[in-house]
């Protein structure tokens, strides 16, 4: 399959009818610079090839005859294969544990600590959960060489990553991005079924990555998890990422297979943006969309105006250029905030299904500073690439400013997110600002769409564009000004 003469990037599968040397994986990323060698790494490549597939899966699709059809949650136009089913058989046994393991009844601040409890009680049953739930011959694929490692090993390593810290008792983005890679490993191993482009990939974020982030938030809500490194009230959400990504997806404009992913516009039925501030929008929706979904779980958990809980989300309510801008913006920041922040990848582990070694075909990420927001001092592991160009440490956690974080109104957080420029035309809230000292991305390649060959990493500002602010008739609630 090609798009517009190029070929459409797929997650590569092993070869069966060849050897393959599984990995145990294990801990790279130790320093800030680290992070650069991994945004240069076949995993990172694999990660963002495989991100991409599930999302351009999830935009409406167009067909000859000019109809649409869209991919709402509990549709019945997806048909969930064997091992989909069987993920889902995984994640029901998961829930399970929760009635064995009920949360503390004692007065706690901060995560209840039953939540080691329920690790344990994971990490004791997660070898033969897996057995249980799926194919042997997948599991027990084993290296040639002497020491055996299978490919449970590497599987394994990232479903037990996938479910929170029960040290730490939180959860965040990199416990989902450990989830995204349990899933990739199995496709890679020829776990999913060969089908047409897209359908497979529907199947997997419907009905596996759905149920998985419906699950995650019971633990949340039973356990009170923290958020894992979270910005705080200066991210886009203290938990989770992904459905942000193919939540807008399913509200951007219909493709067909050979279209490119569009970079704006909105399905004609499709809720407006600024419906995220509106409890009634946002109930209606969460029941057949992953953004509203997201955005209704921050309203079970927090209290209070939304642009002051969750201002970054509000300034993104405002863009009028639709859902594909919304979805290309999200996949920048997804790279920007994910993907290239050391407190997020440091438990990354790397095996062979994703692996460490650099990727021939990257590009070196520029001096950033999302790829400082670590410890530094030790030498970039020899086989990681040339070594990183990162400058001096910045303040503690610090992050490209948001558009709005120079305006004077306060003092500025002590964590700043990516800028969100392509976000800009909400002018109507108190932290509102044209002003931005984020480091220009000019020059740098656009890695949002679907991928023709290798990946490298895209940096804010996402777009220099910025839309009009909604009409104050028709428009979200407009914050105070004080």
């Known amino acids: 399959m090609e798009t517009d003469g190029r070929h459409v990037r797929v997650l590569p599968t092993l070869d069966s009818s060849t050897s393959h040397v599984f990995k145990k994986p294990v801990k790279k990323i130790h320093e800030s610079q680290d992070v650069s060698a991994f945004l240069t790494s076949k995993a990172y490549t694999d990660i963002m090839t495989f991100l991409l597939q599930l999302n351009r899966s999830m935009f409406p699709e167009k067909y000859n005859d000019g109809t649409t059809q869209s991919w709402p949650l509990n549709t019945e136009e997806v048909q969930f ?144 998890l923290e958020p894992a490194g979270s910005h705080g009230v200066w991210g886009l959400d203290d938990h989770a990422f992904i459905p942000y990504i193919f939540g807008s997806a399913q509200l951007s404009p219909a493709i067909n297979s050979t279209d490119l992913t569009p970079e704006e516009g909105s399905m004609p039925d499709a809720p407006d943006p600024g419906g995220i501030v509106k409890p009634n929008i946002v109930e209606r929706e969460r029941k057949t969309n992953l953004y509203f979904s997201a955005v209704g779980f921050i309203y079970d958990v927090k209290k209070g105006p939304f642009w002051e809980h969750s201002p970054m989300l509000y300034d993104i309510s405002g863009i009028r250029a639709g859902w594909g801008k919304i979805n290309k913006g999200m996949i920048k920041m997804y790279n920007a905030e994910v993907l290239s922040k050391f407190p997020v990848v440091q438990h990354f582990p790397f095996g062979s299904l994703f692996s460490w070694d650099r990727d021939p075909y990257a590009l070196a990420p520029p001096s950033t500073v999302h790829t400082t927001s670590g410890p530094q001092g030790r030498p970039v592991v020899p086989d990681a690439g040339p070594p990183s160009s990162a400058g001096a440490r910045p303040n503690v956690d610090s992050g490209t400013k948001a558009p709005w974080a120079t305006s004077g109104a306060g003092t500025r957080a002590p964590i700043a997110p990516t800028a969100a420029p392509w976000a800009a035309g909400r002018r109507d809230g108190p932290l509102a600002s044209s002003s931005t000292n984020a480091p220009s991305a000019a020059g740098l390649p656009d890695t949002s769409r679907l991928p023709p060959g290798p990946m490298a990493p895209t940096r804010a500002p996402w777009a220099s564009s910025q839309a009009p602010a909604p009409p104050g008739g028709d428009g979200p609630t407009k914050a105070p000004l004080g």
């Open 81 to 224: 294969s064997a091992p989909v089913r069987q993920l889902q058989n995984l994640l029901s046994k998961l829930e399970d544990i929760i009635t064995e393991v009920p949360p503390d009844t004692g007065p706690r601040r901060f995560g209840n600590i039953s939540f080691r409890k329920w690790h344990e009680v994971l990490e004791e049953r997660a070898s033969g959960l897996l057995k249980e739930c799926l194919p042997a011959e997948l599991l027990e694929r084993r290296s040639a060489e002497a020491d055996g490692v299978t490919a449970e090993a590497e599987l394994k390593a990232y479903f037990l990553g996938s479910w929170g810290s029960g040290q730490r008792l939180d959860y965040g983005t990199g416990h989902e991005l450990s989830f995204l890679a349990f899933l990739g490993s199995i496709w890679k191993l020829n776990g999913f079924p060969k089908s047409d482009p897209g359908i497979e990939e529907r199947a997997i974020v419907l009905g596996v990555i759905e149920p998985y982030l419906e699950l995650v938030r019971l633990l949340i809500k039973t356990y009170t």
